[in-house]
T-cell receptor, first 113, second 114 residues
Framework: QQQVKQSPQSLIVQKGGISIINCAYENTAFDYFPWYQQFPGKGPALLIAIRPDVSEKKEGRFTISFNKSAKQFSLHIMDSQPGDSATYFCAASTENSGYALNFGKGTSLLVTP | DTEVTQTPKHLVMGMTNKKSLKCEQHMGHRAMYWYKQKAKKPPELMFVYSYEKLSINESVPSRFSPECPNSSLLNLHLHALQPEDSALYLC?????????????FGPGTRLTVT
């Protein structure tokens, strides 16, 4: 059973546009929500992460928005660049599972020139 | 330095072979993880080691045998694998097994079972 639901499955954005990826979860015990970026043939790389006591976190062009009541969180990539083309995974973890990551299914992002 | 290294990069093995995957980190991290990733799928947790002790085994078949010889090194011993075990095997580490400790992934070992 997928504990974290991610959408869309794929996304095409023009250079300079905003890419938005959404995730939803059911387990209210989750208390850590990271986003990973993965290029083909590489391991996932941590982009940005948030805890539920914060509603928004920004690092450069990447912003996480977190809505605890709706049990949703999203990644916004501002001024998207062709180099951002990759697969993005949201994840969630909780002490109950040893803080092992529960990943969403991933979003394949293509930023066109 | 947030580097996790994995060897080999690629491995092809027959169903009767025995091989091992190696993972190393020198960040002083005390939690290490093995994940399996099939094409176009998210990583799936296999094992978690915390302070060199196995803390989580996600019901992984016994043909996969993890080992943590010391705090910097994590091995995955493979024996009598099946073709469906072909995947990218990812190692990760974090400072400790806690939510606010980021997990850093290695580049993975691409395993093909023939």
């Amino acid at each position: 059973q997928q504990q974290v639901k991610q959408s869309p499955q794929s996304l095409i954005v023009q250079k300079g546009g905003i890419s938005i990826i959404n995730c939803a979860y059911e387990n209210t015990a989750f208390d850590y929500f990271p986003w990973y970026q993965q290029f083909p043939g590489k391991g996932p790389a941590l982009l940005i992460a948030i805890r539920p006591d914060v509603s928004e976190k920004k690092e450069g062009r990447f912003t996480i928005s977190f809505n605890k009541s709706a049990k949703q969180f999203s990644l916004h990539i501002m001024d998207s660049q062709p180099g951002d083309s990759a697969t993005y995974f949201c994840a969630a973890s909780t002490e109950n599972s040893g803080y092992a990551l529960n990943f969403g299914k991933g979003t394949s992002l293509l930023v066109t020139p | 330095d947030t580097e996790v290294t994995q060897t080999p990069k690629h491995l092809v093995m027959g169903m009767t072979n025995k091989k091992s995957l190696k993972c190393e980190q020198h960040m002083g991290h005390r939690a290490m993880y093995w994940y399996k990733q099939k094409a176009k799928k998210p990583p799936e947790l296999m094992f978690v080691y915390s302070y060199e002790k196995l803390s989580i085994n996600e019901s992984v078949p016994s043909r996969f045998s993890p080992e943590c010889p010391n705090s910097s090194l994590l091995n995955l011993h493979l024996h009598a694998l099946q073709p469906e075990d072909s995947a990218l095997y990812l190692c990760a580490s974090s400072y400790a097994s806690g939510s606010f400790y980021e997990q850093y992934f290695g580049p993975g070992t691409r395993l093909t079972v023939t």
